[in-house]
């Protein structure tokens, strides 16, 4: 069973920083894309990030743009999302996806997700 495992939330001061992990285990995703989601409490999930091995192709969504970044280690099979000078607005859960196409994955419609991961930043 493939199973997606988010780790590295917590509280934390705003301007400081997280570095958010996703680990798979089950089955190998060497050549997949990969994302990154939030979704704070009564909003829609939304894209952070996302990245695709076979093109190199890197997707941010605007309100992280320059201070996020997306990168993954597929002999670990895992991706991670390092978040600098963190805002109240980026409270939320965080949520890891896979899939075979970028274009699902950029749609939320990506095979594997997990579970989530709090990250609540306090001003």
């Known amino acids: 069973q493939v199973q997606w495992v988010e780790s590295g939330g917590g509280l934390v001061q705003a301007g400081g920083s997280l570095r958010l992990s996703c680990a798979a285990s089950?089955?190998?995703?060497?050549?997949?894309?990969m994302g990154w989601f939030r979704q704070a409490p009564g909003e829609e999930r939304d894209i952070v990030a996302a990245?695709?091995?076979?093109?190199?192709?890197?997707d941010y969504a605007d309100s992280v743009k320059g201070r996020f970044t997306i990168s993954r280690d597929s002999a670990k099979n895992a991706v991670y999302l390092q978040m600098d000078s963190l805002k109240p607005e980026d409270t939320a859960v965080y949520y890891c996806?896979?899939?075979?196409?970028?274009?699902?994955?950029?749609?939320?419609?990506?095979?594997?997700w997990g579970k989530g991961t709090l990250v609540t930043v306090s001003s």
């Open positions: 089950g089955r190998t995703f060497g050549n997949w894309a």
């Open positions: 996806a896979a899939d075979t196409s970028m274009d699902r994955v950029v749609l939320r419609s990506a095979d594997y």
């Open positions: 990245i695709d091995w076979n093109s190199g192709r890197i």
